[in-house]
């Protein structure tokens, strides 16, 4: 892989801050073009990241929602994916593609993702393997908090355990200490975004400084896409 490809992608892109309040300067879209034309060695180590979105917005067209954001495959794609045969095998790595079935939602498509983010982490020997299994952690630690069985969503197949959970159980206070649901909320993706930033050193210019933009991008666009939809707002932060 070569530096100068991660140091002319990461040059091109707007810094990024921890203002949850604000517009992100680029959409995770156009992020995901700048990676396509800038930087070719690890496109699908980012597309992994960007793909839990994808399958977030996928689910929501399954529902018959309209998803008000893309990632890495249009929503016009995702419209007709479950028209247009072939379409989900062009889109999707096959690993995800066999989950989509032509007539239903198949909720076992969260499962495949998170083995296939790891298997990618893996693959490319990056950080994003630390992410996944504090996050999907704090999820699990968080779920047996509300004694939630059997999980409904996002099961935990490919979660590897952490024997020390005292971390989540001082975030988990840190979250019931908010005096709203929303600042609770936010509370949480602020240590997202701080934990984020410890997976890459600053000015590396290493794949894993594209994965902290990735990651960090996922967080803005959440933030902005709640404050400009107020409708059911608290069903759409609860993701944890």
């Not at 933009?213 to 996922?218: R, V």
Request: aromatic fraction near 14%; glycine fraction near 2%; charge should be negative.
């Amino acid at each position: 892989m070569s530096i100068l490809g991660k140091y002319y992608l990461l040059n091109s892109l707007p810094p990024l801050e921890a203002n949850f309040q604000a517009q992100p300067p680029l959409s995770s879209a156009t992020f995901w073009r700048r990676v396509q034309e800038e930087e070719s060695s690890f496109q699908e180590l980012i597309q992994a990241i960007l793909l839990e979105k994808d399958i977030s917005n996928l689910e929501q067209v399954a529902f018959h929602q309209k998803p008000l954001s893309v990632a890495s495959i249009s929503l016009e794609s995702l419209a007709r994916i479950w028209e247009e045969k072939g379409l989900a095998e062009r889109f999707f790595p096959s690993a995800l593609s066999e989950w989509i079935e032509p007539e239903k939602w198949h909720e076992e498509i969260w499962d495949a993702y998170f083995d296939y983010c790891f298997g990618m982490a893996r693959r490319y020997d990056s950080s994003l393997q630390e992410w996944l299994t504090w996050n999907l952690g704090l999820k699990k630690a968080f779920y047996e908090k509300r004694d939630l069985e059997p999980v409904k969503r996002r099961e935990f197949r490919a979660f590897i355990p952490n024997d020390d959970d005292r971390e989540y159980q001082n975030i988990i206070q840190l979250y019931y200490k908010a005096s709203h649901p929303m600042e609770a909320e936010l509370s949480l993706d602020k240590v997202r975004w701080e934990k984020i930033t410890t997976l890459a050193n600053p000015y590396s210019f290493s794949q894993d400084e594209v994965v902290v933009y990735a990651l960090h991008l996922l967080l803005l666009e959440r933030w902005w896409t709640i404050s400009q939809n107020q409708v059911n707002i608290l069903q759409k932060v609860s993701n944890v």
